[in-house]
């Protein structure tokens, strides 16, 4: 089955500072999704940055990036320049058609200090 | 546009009861996820409904099912609920499904009793 690992409960970073969260996944599957979703303080979970795994090229928005590894099966997410908003649990997720299942990380809480 | 909403928002029902939670989607979204959210198990997926057929299913005990209706909107049955059927359900809507960005609801709060 796959599993999904976020293995920092949480972190903290100063704001206007960069921070990467960690993600790593199991599957044997060569064709799937990936996903970081931000679940701000009672407020909707909201989509992040989505990345397709046969596209090589890391997906960027705006101050989120990924730093994709296929073959360690690695997917962090790079936050530059936090800012107060960017204060919430941030959920990694992964998909595949083929197993029509989708997984969730444990999730990491993200603290930025002014 | 109007985002995607769930009613109700909070919901308490006592153990062996059964609830239905609702989903309406954005306008044009023509799939609905529906998750689970709990602190022990964290976020499940419980199944995906697509042009009012059930698509994808999660892991989860045939208690918890759904129906789409031609409008898109979506609704979840769980039947005979037990205590740890406690959680914050969310649903989510898309175009097509998941390779398309999903846009959670705010979740209904599901307290059993």
């Known amino acids: 089955a796959q599993t999904v690992t976020q293995s920092q409960p949480e972190m903290s970073v100063q704001e206007a500072e960069t921070v990467t969260l960690s993600c790593t996944y199991d599957?044997?599957?060569?064709?799937?999704?990936l996903f970081w979703y931000k679940q701000p303080p009672s407020r909707q979970m909201i989509l992040v940055i989505r990345?397709?795994?046969?596209?090589?090229q890391n997906a960027t928005e705006n101050r989120f990036s990924v730093n994709f590894q296929k073959a360690a099966k690695s997917f962090s997410l790079k936050i530059s320049d936090s800012q107060l908003g960017d204060a919430a649990m941030y959920f990694c997720a992964y998909f595949s058609y083929n197993n029509n299942d989708m997984r969730f990380g444990a999730g990491t809480r993200l603290t930025v200090k002014p | 546009k109007a985002g995607v909403t769930q009613t109700p928002r909070y919901l308490i029902k006592t153990r062996g009861q059964q609830v239905t939670l609702s989903c309406s989607p954005i306008?044009?979204?023509?799939?609905v996820s529906w998750y689970q959210q709990t602190p022990g198990q964290g976020l499940q997926f419980l199944f995906e409904?697509?042009?009012?057929?059930?698509?994808n299913k999660g892991n989860f005990p045939g208690r918890f099912s759904g129906r789409q209706f031609s409008n898109s909107r979506s609704e979840m049955n769980v039947s005979t609920l037990e205590l740890g059927d406690s959680a914050l359900y969310l649903c989510?809507?898309?175009?097509?499904?998941?390779?398309?960005?999903?846009?959670f609801g705010p979740g209904t709060r599901l307290t059993v009793l």
């Open positions: 599957t044997s599957e060569s064709d799937y999704y």
């Open positions: 990345q397709e795994a046969y596209k090589q």
């Open positions: 306008s044009g979204h023509r799939s």
């Open positions: 409904y697509f042009s009012e057929t059930q698509r």
């Open positions: 989510a809507s898309s175009v097509q499904g998941f390779g398309n960005e999903q846009f």
